[in-house]
């Protein structure tokens, strides 16, 4: 009979409040490090166990730079290593300086120390609430009409405990609307992952 029906969609506190969520993908990126070094020098070297976790490296001018394991927490967790999908292999670890590490026999000695970094993702599906909203939705169709909406921060553990995970988007029966992308980072200190 081309009827029209519209009911009101607002989030403000009165009558008709209401609570509306839109469809969202979650897209935590996780890295894998594993590290490497080379030695080309006429001195022993030994390697203890740890060596990567605890051994300190040393610019060319002696100054302490920190640990392999330490340095390479930071860059991730900072930004600087790329989260793009895949394996990259060989990262200088501190960069193009020369880097030097005690031997095992008191004696500092020239050594390269690198790392390679796998980052994969992981996915998660759920409905994003909107904090603030002012539209009609149209009855017949299901979709909502608004010149503009907020969201508001989401706990990451929230993602982590109830939005459902998948292995892919194609999984989905509806699109999401929106998609949010966070990094899973490390405690250099605890050796543990934090999702942020």
């Known amino acids: 009979m081309q009827i029209d029906l519209y009911s009101p969609v607002d989030t403000d506190p009165h009558k008709w409040q209401a609570s509306p969520t839109i469809p969202a993908l979650c897209d935590f990126r996780l890295a894998a490090i594993s590290f490497g070094i080379s030695c080309s020098a006429p ?46 292999e060989k990262i200088n670890i501190f960069g193009d300086i020369p880097v030097q590490t005690d031997n095992g026999y008191g004696q500092l000695c020239p050594v390269s120390v690198y790392a390679g970094i796998e980052v994969r993702e992981q996915l998660f599906s759920g409905q994003l609430p909107i904090l603030q909203m002012s539209g009609f939705k149209d009855e017949m169709t299901g979709q909502v009409i608004t010149n503009a909406f907020s969201v508001g921060l989401l706990d990451p553990n929230e993602i982590d405990e109830n939005w459902t995970p998948i292995t892919s988007e194609n999984e989905l029966e509806v699109k999401p609307v929106i998609r949010l992308q966070g990094v899973v980072c490390w405690d250099a200190n605890a050796g543990v992952e934090i999702k942020l």
Request: with cysteine; glycine share 14%.
């Open 43 to 88: 001195v022993p070297l030994m390697l203890p166990y740890g060596f990567f976790n605890d051994n300190i490296i040393y610019d060319e001018h002696g100054n302490a730079l920190g640990t392999c394991y330490g340095k390479m927490v930071e860059r991730w967790n900072s930004g600087e290593l790329s989260d793009h999908l895949g394996i990259t």
